[in-house]
């Protein structure tokens, strides 16, 4: 892994890894509508994507733990001041952004706490299938593109929001957790 920073706080790398089987995740929607239903969107939180349930016999967390370890101490190691703020790692989460998903500008840090993983401090996106057009993560005038087997890891701030841009074709799947 050697990695390239795409701006002081965004870290893109890439790791060897096989593809995952995701012929038996089973999908469900998450759009803005169905945010607001829930009362989430306090958040303001503009999003259409589907989020994978994750059976345990892929053992998505065993296969990429070593991975995330990896870049997780390659970031820590640059802002040290990281290490007395992250304690945990939330579990992977699988998102598929299909033909016209997207994420619209928009912080992953919560100052307010909902539960134990809403102080969301550091995020991290592994991709999984870059078989999309379209999909890019934007940070500011910083724009990338991850491929499979790439990780993107970067401060969840209110001083680094982000979107990812409309899929324009094929679908791009995602694991993603964040540390607290």
Not at 48 to 65: A, M, T
Not at 74 to 83: A, D, K, L
Not at 155 to 176: E, H, Q
Request: with cysteine.
């Amino acid at each position: 892994m050697n990695g390239e920073w795409v701006s002081d706080v965004v870290l893109k790398d890439s790791f060897s890894k096989d593809k995952i089987s995701l012929d038996k995740i089973e999908w469900q929607n998450i759009n803005n509508k169905e945010l607001k239903s829930l009362d989430i969107s306090l958040f303001d939180l503009e999003v259409d994507c589907d989020v994978g349930i994750i059976p345990d016999y892929l053992n998505i967390e065993d296969n990429y733990q070593s991975i995330l370890d990896n870049t997780i101490d390659r970031y820590i190691n640059r802002y040290n001041f990281y290490n007395d703020l992250c304690f945990n790692r939330t579990r992977i989460s699988l998102l598929r952004f299909n033909k016209g998903g997207f994420y619209k500008n928009h912080i992953d840090y919560n100052n307010q706490t909902f539960s134990d993983y809403d102080q969301k401090f550091i995020t991290i996106y592994l991709c999984i299938s870059d078989e999309y057009s379209g999909g890019e993560f934007v940070f500011g005038d910083k724009t990338v593109r991850l491929n499979s087997n790439e990780v993107l890891i970067f401060d969840s701030g209110p001083t680094n929001p982000y979107k990812i841009n409309n899929i324009t074709d094929g679908n791009m799947v995602v694991g993603v957790c964040w540390l607290f």
